[in-house]
């Protein structure tokens, strides 16, 4: 009897610690960023670092002025989001109110399969098929552009898009339906006014993930979106966005210098962004679950 | 057997889910302004006769049908198009399921649709149509307020304030009351008793209390098929079919 107690106790000491280390590892990475990243804020005001325009990192004297990455990512981000989010919610009214029997399942599937795709692969795509494809479309001098990176995230986000929405929807109670459905509404009217509102905190949810894995993207981006680091001014110019000069530059930075320390300031203002998103997208699905 | 001055009539109606039969040629009609009460035990067919009457048996992919329903003398399912059939003939469900919208938003909602936008108009129907479900009085001070902070009762009356909205000639209740307290279900029973100088209505339920309180006449199912139909009191007091009897008796179901 001793022995079953003390063994409960093992257990349980072990999952409370497995529970507490994420919570470490997580606050412990944030402080790590923290230590490495304000440093560049004794030599560069923050004011600075956020809105300069001009990332110049090894000329002399040096320019951390991120406001052309921001953009950049701002930019590329928005216009995967306008292409996905429309598309996604179609392609998951589709499986969960039009297509029925085995379509539904393989469309269900599929879009999952999509999700395992590497990015890096659909980078590689981008960079043999779609850019020459934009090249000779809109006749410029590079299809490394931000619209060739946004139409390659809009990929990656679909999957997450379509399979959150698509539970939102099915959580739509059916009674709803056949209330509308009873009150003469078309099957359209039906998906329009009663299923998309009653599931629109799941949708926004879904969104906010999608989004946030499209803002922390890195391989493809780099890839695809020619990494000029400047303030676009259309959708058919190269951008450079935030991931993608971490990665970039890390490997030439000395280590302690600014330029490492700019770096790393990037990393806590992506964290920060993606930090936000999430708990958008949290209080979104916390409200649903709330009603 | 059909009689010509029925609001509707079903004529030799089967129904099937897949392989399972679940009408068996039911023949009857509904007079104009009265309330027909179907009653019998579950799985008897009275839910799957009631959804043929506004066609939303057919929202089953596993749904057939055979035999023939009229209303005003029309096919219901060759002459008329489905949402014109909902409109006509209302339904008002087991389970009140206000729509996640405000009380005037549930009420306006089938007007809304069928393409009215005259706010004066919409204005009226939502008056007129609480008045009638009598609910105006309760809830005419929050009219915005969502429809789920009523209660059961009251959500119930709103969803028959929300049928009568669309202007429907017959109503449909499936078990209204079955989620109801008995004050609640006196409410509702009142409201349907007013509403028959101006509707024809179908009644079922697992209540035959219920349906001898309500109804004028009452349809007796038994495994998909109608067993007896007669004017309430006969039924209740003189039932020639034994099965009836034993029902009615409570001898099963």
Same mark, same amino acid.
Request: proline share 5%; aromatic share 6%.
């Given at each position: 009897?001793?022995?079953?107690? /003390? ?9 409370? &610690?497995?529970?507490?280390?994420? $919570? ?14 304000? *440093? ?39 216009? &995967? +989001? ?16 039009? /297509?029925?029997?085995? +379509?539904?399942? &393989? ?16 980078? =590689?795509?981008?960079? %043999? ?16 552009? *931000?619209?060739?990176?946004? $139409?390659?995230? /809009? ?36 998906? %329009?006014?009663?299923?998309?509102? &009653? @599931? @629109? ?16 993207? %890195?391989? @493809? ?9 400047? $303030? ?8 450079? %966005?935030?991931? /993608?000069?971490?990665? *970039? ?12 320390? +700019? ?7 992506? =964290?920060?962004?993606? =930090? ?7 209080? =979104? ?7 | ?6 609001? #509707? ?116 129907? !939502? ?22 902070? !009523? ?14 909205? #669309? ?33 024809? #209505? ?19 199912? !038994? ?31």
């Amino acid at each position: 009897m001793r022995w079953r107690q /003390a063994r409960e106790w093992v257990i349980e000491q072990l999952i409370r &610690a497995s529970g507490i280390s994420s $919570i470490v590892m997580v606050v412990l990475i944030f402080a790590f960023l923290l230590k490495e990243g304000l *440093a560049v804020f004794q030599t560069v005001p923050l004011g600075d670092f956020l809105a300069g325009q001009r990332w110049y990192p090894i000329s002399e004297p040096p320019r951390f002025g991120i406001l052309p990455l921001l953009c950049g990512s701002a930019l590329v981000t928005g216009g &995967a +989001a306008l292409l996905s989010v429309p598309l996604s919610i179609a392609s998951a009214l589709c499986i969960s109110e039009i /297509a029925k029997g085995w +379509a539904k399942e &393989a469309l269900k599937t599929g879009i999952e399969l999509f999700a395992a795709i590497p990015s890096v692969v659909l980078g =590689f795509i981008g960079v %043999t098929v779609l850019a020459p494809l934009i090249r000779q479309a809109f006749h410029l001098p590079t299809g490394l552009t *931000a619209l060739t990176g946004s $139409i390659t995230l /809009a990929f990656m986000a679909m999957p997450t898009i379509v399979s959150i929405t698509e539970d939102a929807l099915s959580a739509v109670p059916r009674g709803y339906r056949e209330a509308a459905v009873a009150l003469g509404a078309t099957r359209w009217q039906m998906m %329009t006014r009663v299923l998309l509102p &009653a @599931a @629109a905190s799941g949708i926004v949810a879904a969104v906010m993930l999608g989004v946030g894995r499209v803002i922390g993207e %890195t391989m @493809a981006v780099m890839m695809l979106t020619g990494n000029a680091a400047v $303030i676009p001014h259309s959708l058919l110019q190269p951008v450079r %966005t935030l991931t /993608a000069t971490i990665a *970039a530059e890390m490997g030439e930075t000395v280590r302690g210098s600014d330029h490492y320390s +700019a770096l790393f300031a990037i990393g806590i203002v992506l =964290f920060a962004i993606s =930090f936000s998103i999430n708990l958008v997208a949290d209080l =979104f699905l916390h409200r649903t679950r709330a009603r | 057997m059909v009689a010509s001055d029925a609001k #509707m009539a079903a004529q030799e109606w089967s129904v099937w889910y897949g392989a399972t039969q679940a009408l068996r040629a039911i023949t009857l009609d509904i007079l104009p302004r009265e309330i027909l009460g179907i009653i019998g035990p579950a799985n008897s067919g009275k839910t799957s006769f009631l959804r043929s009457l506004n066609r939303m048996g057919e929202l089953n992919p596993r749904f057939r049908c055979a035999g023939r329903i009229w209303l005003d003398g029309k096919d219901l399912y060759q002459g008329l198009d489905s949402q014109q059939v909902r409109c006509r003939v209302g339904i008002v469900f087991a389970l009140p399921l206000p729509l996640p919208l405000s009380i005037r938003e549930n009420v306006v909602y089938g007007p809304r649709v069928r393409g009215i936008r005259d706010r004066r108009r919409l204005d009226q129907l !939502l008056e007129q149509s609480l008045r009638a479900a009598s609910l105006w009085d309760e809830v005419k001070d929050r009219l915005d307020l969502p429809a789920m902070r !009523l209660s059961g009762g009251q959500q119930q009356r709103l969803c028959i304030a929300r049928t009568l909205a #669309m202007e429907p000639e017959v109503i449909l209740f499936d078990e209204p009351c079955s989620g109801l307290d008995p004050i609640s279900t006196a409410k509702v029973e009142e409201t349907m008793v007013q509403l028959k100088s101006r509707y024809t #209505m179908v009644l079922v339920t697992n209540n035959t209390k219920q349906a001898a309180r309500v109804s004028d006449r009452v349809a007796f199912f !038994l495994m998909g098929e109608l067993i007896e139909l007669d004017r309430t009191g006969v039924m209740f007091t003189t039932p020639r079919d034994s099965r009836t009897n034993d029902y009615l008796t409570g001898r099963f179901g």
